[in-house]
């Protein structure tokens, strides 16, 4: 009887000196980057036929980023219908600085490889379609945002067990 009292005064005392309600404030930066492509000089459009594509926007779109990224391609679009097999996508770059086949090998390999490609064909695009922008350099923007978020604090100390055996005696 004495033992189960004693443990279970001492499972309180334990539990007791680990609550605290004091707040720590912490610093959290976030950055984000962001990065000003060259304005692309489209001069081509490559039609090419695309399978594996489940949907127009998730396929598509990691599609039309890893085309983006490579700083030769203005613009992508497709000819997108749920359940078809085959689907179209029409690409419009700059034949100068990347090349149709290259095309095609990064969409042959993005997600593991999960599309295929098929026929395709390329012409080119008429002086008046053609992009008007002036060429620019590359910029890098960075913007940080500091946020203070408060997090309580748990500071654990063991309780003094002789204290308490003392006053029990007395």
Known sequence: MKHSIFLGLATVLVLGSCS??????????????????DPVQA????????????????????????LKETGAVDRVSYDFEDGRKTN???????????SADKIVSIIETINDKQF???????????GEMKSSSPS???????K??????????TNWEMPN?????SHLVN
């Open 20 to 37: 605290s309600n004091e707040k720590k404030i912490i610093s959290v930066e976030k950055k984000v980057v962001y990065k000003k492509l």
């Open 43 to 66: 001069d081509r459009k490559l039609a090419i036929e695309v399978s594996g594509m489940s949907c127009e926007h998730a396929c598509g779109g990691s599609i039309r980023m890893a």
């Open 88 to 98: 179209t996508a029409y690409i419009t770059f700059d034949k100068s600085k990347i």
């Open 116 to 126: 295929t490609t098929g026929k395709s064909s390329s012409t080119d695009i008429e």
């Open 136 to 142: 620019t350099t590359t910029v890098t923007e960075t």
């Open 144 to 153: 940080t945002t500091k946020i203070n978020v408060e997090v309580p604090e």
């Open 161 to 165: 067990i002789f204290e308490f055996f």
